[in-house]
Each structure stands twice: as C-alpha cells, then as structure tokens.
C-alpha cells in the first residue's frame, strides 16, 4: 500500500501538493511524524467497544401480515410505565478478542458482591459470583469476533441496593388489538393487552463461528454462528382478554380475561441465580431440517422459567378465582421455521 501510494506522488507536478501542505506544518510538527512498517501497523487495532445511552417511547397504529388472510396488531405502543418515556437505557457493543471477557448476565451483581457492596451470603450473590467470576474479572468470556451487546442501566441507583438495580429500568407494552381476518370475516384473538414490569440484565450476542456446523439431538442440522438471546424479566401488573387462541397449541383459553398479572421467578425450585425475575433463552441460526431436508431458520435450545400469578381469572365474564403456576418451564424445545 505504502509503496503504490508513493509512485502516485512521483511526478514534479503531483508532488508539489503535497510538498507544499509539508512546508507549511511547524518543525515541531513534523518532529512528530513516525514511519510505521508492516509489523508496527499489524499492533494497530481498536480496543474499545460503544456505548449507546437510550431512551424512547414507540408506537404502531397497525402491523399486518398478509397471505390468503391477514393478521394485524393494533394500537402497539412500547414505554415506560404510566405512558412515560422508556428510559435510563445503556446498551454497551463489543466484538470480542480471542478469550476477552465481558460484561454478561448479572456480572455487575457480582462485581459489587467481589468490592464488598452485596453480601456474598446472599443465595443469589453468591451464584451471580460463582458465575460470572472470570480469571479475575467479571462476565462471560467470549471467542474472538463475536459481537457482544448488553443492555443494561445508565443509573442503578444506591451501589448496595438490589431493588435498585433489578428495578432500574421500567417498561410498559399495550397492544389494544390481535385481530385475525379472511373472506369469512375477522376474529379477535386477543384484545385491551396491558404488561408493565421491569426489564432486567439481556444480553444479544452474534457468535462468530464461520462456517461451522453442529448437529441438534433432533438431527436438525444448524449453523455455529448464532444469534443468542438470553433475557431476565418482570411483569409486575398485566391484563389481557384472551378471546380466542390457543397457548402452545395446547391450551384454548377462549373468553378469558386474566387482570393482576405477575410473572417473575420467586417461588419453587429453581429461583438461584434470577433474583426474582423470569429468564428466557434461545439461539437462532440458519438451519436444515433432519426430518424434511428443508432449509429455514432455526430456533433452538429454547429455555423459559417463571412463576405466573393470575389474582383475576374471568371466564365469560365471570371469576373463577386465582390461578398460579410454580416452577413453569419450557424445555428442550427446538423450531424449524420456513416458508410453504
């Protein structure tokens, strides 16, 4: 490169430019000017990430998708609570290096639990620590090329506080309607859908494996770069009517209303490690289907866990009672999805 950009200035008349901008620098300028060879410039790299500080507030009059029929949802709106302006939002980007650590999950639980902010006695300190300890620092530790990305808290709030940091970042999602439409007319899946609760540590991170394959257990065969979800959450008030659809193709919850909704993970036998809040993971790759050689997009090592609380179950209208669930997951659950 630095030879061919040499032979361009070679000429009198191309020189001369560039001849006359050096003259014009002050001596102790050009005292500063080093040749760098190709060794030096080899060391050259960034090593800082960005750090965007966001806030926002989203709405959609309408989403719809069309194929014979229509699916459209209405009255979308994404904010703080109370209609407020999401915000206090930190999303941090890093491409990772060969065996770099970074910020991850609950790794700052555990920094302040490792400079004495927490106590390490605490069941889920204690986890965050055992966790995200790394080699003397604290997150996961990533391969060189995967593009890490962290949303967490500009401001947690008091340093010892575990309600400050988990209920650092508020939300609100209102969607007024799902509606399902075709040439026999429209049906309303679900109707006045209101969640408000608290958006704790989630991590996106993009593996970067080339061309790398693996194997599912199915047999599906899928990329090993990867896109990673995996999110902490808490719905603390949520209502909904739930006028015709099915729950994981199994449950028809047709003319239900639910109203004081909560999920979050503090009950049963598996809350170490969440400090209260639901968890959810995936992986989405490109993939092949064992079963019919199709290629599409693969969604696996699916993982949800929570609590579900429901004060208010209305079934026509009417009260039945309360209705909870403990310990509720989704395992071991693996998607193909593709066009037809």
Request: some cysteine; hydrophobic content about 40%; charged content about 20%.
């Amino acid at each position: 490169m630095i030879p061919s950009l040499l032979t361009q200035f070679s000429t009198p008349r191309r020189c001369f430019p560039l001849m006359a901008f050096a003259m014009a620098l002050p001596t102790s300028t050009l005292a500063e000017f080093r040749a760098l060879d190709d060794s030096s410039l080899s060391t050259v790299t960034g090593q800082a990430g960005v750090t965007i500080e966001l806030e926002t507030r989203l709405t959609m009059d309408s989403l719809t998708w069309t194929d014979e029929g229509s699916l459209s949802v209405n009255g979308l709106r994404l904010s703080g609570q109370n209609d407020t302006v999401l915000d206090n939002m930190k999303l941090t980007l890093d491409i990772a290096g060969d065996g770099e650590v970074l910020e991850h999950g609950f790794s700052e639980i555990a920094r302040r639990a490792n400079a004495g902010l927490l106590d390490p006695s605490d069941p889920d300190v204690a986890e965050a620590l055992a966790t995200y300890s790394v080699n003397g620092e604290f997150g996961k530790q990533f391969d060189s090329g995967d593009l890490v990305i962290h949303l967490g808290a500009i401001d947690y709030g008091d340093p010892t506080s575990l309600n400050d940091y988990l209920q650092a970042v508020d939300f609100e999602l209102a969607v007024d309607s799902i509606v399902t439409s075709g040439t026999e007319g429209s049906a309303t899946l679900f109707s006045d859908m209101l969640l408000q609760g608290y958006v704790g540590p989630t991590d996106l991170v993009i593996r970067n494996q080339g061309g790398n394959t693996r194997t599912l257990a199915n047999g599906n065969v899928v990329s090993g770069s990867e896109l990673q979800l995996d999110t902490h959450f808490e719905i603390t008030n949520g209502s909904l009517n739930w006028d015709a659809a099915d729950l994981i193709l199994l449950f028809n919850f047709a003319a239900v209303g639910i109203e004081g909704l909560q999920i979050h993970n503090r009950r049963g036998d598996d809350t170490l490690g969440h400090f209260g809040m639901a968890h959810a993971t995936a992986k989405l790759s490109r993939g092949t289907s064992a079963a019919s050689a199709v290629e599409g997009l693969s969604v696996h090592d699916v993982e949800f866990r929570a609590d579900i609380d429901m004060p208010i179950f209305r079934i026509g209208g009417t009260s039945i009672g309360s209705v909870q669930f403990t310990d509720f997951a989704i395992t071991d659950t693996t998607m193909m999805v593709y066009g037809h």
